[in-house]
């Protein structure tokens, strides 16, 4: 008979076989505990003649109220929710006191609709973007090429005649740089982004998996730098190796992914970013990686006014496949508890959107 067990180290392996995606990793859960919220893990289980085995799972996190008893649980990039699964989530967001659940299924669209006899509604406030750009990496160097836009590839051998170095690098110092820039990055850009300590976290407990360099099936994180040396008459810098981007790329299974970066303001002139992001791709070639998710675009009728216009079409560049999820649904839980917070959750959106022109 199935049943739901919590996953501990014990059974870690297992359980990372059986989800999909980073942020269902085991790995992911125990940063997350780092970041001070509630997780909780579970498996469920099979007897089967080779014995009990781990067939599905997920990782689901608790986020408090302020000022309130109760929760927001979210789970994102998860498997496919069956009833089964639904109906566990479902209990524990009773026992919790959640008023709803965010899922976000790592399923292309088509994939699943709604189960029926479950309290879904499209989510009031998506966290996940509904579509990625996927770059399949098991062609040859040269037809990656050129199946590039012919912007991009000049862009990339802009950046070798300048000189620009590409190298993972995942010490302190190089992290430290990482965090300057992406500061740098989000108040250039206006967007809002996670803490410091957050990236700390992530580098602190990803970076120094043991596992990372023989193990698929164990999350790991690589910090990737783009180094400029600056002519000696050049007064932009006085740094002798400037650090114009850093990339943080995520390996799980067979796939690649690129969930944060920042770039300088200095030298744009040598397109370090088109450079980072071929050898990126050559890095996850050397991997024997198959994919390569590039975390989350605009549809395929990008207004040129958004914000992040500029990330979709930067992306775009590198041949990659526009593709659409299912999207993000609200479990709920407590009806009308859930009205009176999606209220509360426009004006607090409205308030920072405020806060950030103001500030």
């Known amino acids: 008979m199935d049943q739901f067990i919590d996953i501990t180290e014990e059974n ?22 780092k970041t001070g919220v509630k997780v909780i893990r579970r498996g469920l289980v099979r007897d ?20 309130t008893k109760y929760y927001i649980g979210y789970l994102p990039k998860g498997n496919k929710p069956t009833p089964q699964i639904l109906e566990e989530i479902k209990r524990i967001g009773i026992e919790n006191k959640c008023i709803f659940i965010q899922l976000e299924p790592n399923l292309v669209n088509g ?6 006899g479950f309290n879904l509604k499209r989510a009031a406030h998506p966290l996940f973007t509904k579509y990625t750009f996927v770059l399949n990496m098991q062609h040859t160097e040269e037809e990656l090429l050129k199946n590039m836009h012919p912007k991009t590839r000049y862009n990339i051998r802009v950046a070798e005649k300048h000189g620009v170095k590409v190298k993972e690098d995942n010490s302190e110092s190089a992290f ?16 809002y982004a996670h803490t410091p300590s957050y990236h700390k976290h992530l580098w602190e407990i990803l970076s120094k998996n043991e596992k990372r360099t023989t193990n698929h099936n164990s999350l790991t994180y690589h910090l990737i730098n783009a ?4 002519t000696t008459n050049d007064e932009r810098t006085t740094n ?11 390996v799980f299974h067979d796939h690649l992914y690129y969930p944060y970066g920042a770039s300088s303001r200095l030298y744009r002139e040598t397109m370090s970013n088109n450079l980072v992001a071929w050898e990126a791709i050559k890095f996850g070639k050397k991997l024997g990686l198959k994919d390569f998710d590039m975390w989350g675009a605009l549809g395929p009728e990008p207004d040129k006014n958004d914000p ?14 526009l593709v659409e999820f299912v999207g993000s649904y609200d479990l709920v839980i407590k009806p009308a508890s859930y009205e009176v917070y999606k209220v509360m959750d426009k004006l607090r959106w409205a308030a920072l959107r405020v806060k950030k022109m103001i500030g």
Not at 48 to 67: C, E, I, N, S, Y
Not at 176 to 191: A, I, S, V, W
Not at 227 to 230: A, E, G, L, M
Not at 240 to 250: E, G, Q, R
């Open 12 to 33: 870690r392996d297992d359980y990372n076989k059986v989800v999909d995606h980073p942020l269902q990793s085991y790995e992911w859960g125990e940063f997350r505990k």
């Open 48 to 67: 089967l003649p080779a014995g009990r085995q781990v067939v599905d799972g997920f990782t689901l996190t608790l986020h408090k109220v302020p000022k």
């Open 111 to 116: 994939q699943w609709s709604m189960v029926k």
């Open 176 to 191: 430290n740089n990482y965090l300057k820039l992406m500061t740098e990055t989000t108040d250039r850009q206006g967007f």
């Open 227 to 230: 180094t400029y040396k600056p």
């Open 240 to 250: 002798n190796d400037a650090v114009l981007t850093s990339w943080v790329l995520f």
């Open 308 to 321: 992040w216009y500029g990330f979709h079409r930067f992306k775009q560049g590198y041949g990659a496949e």
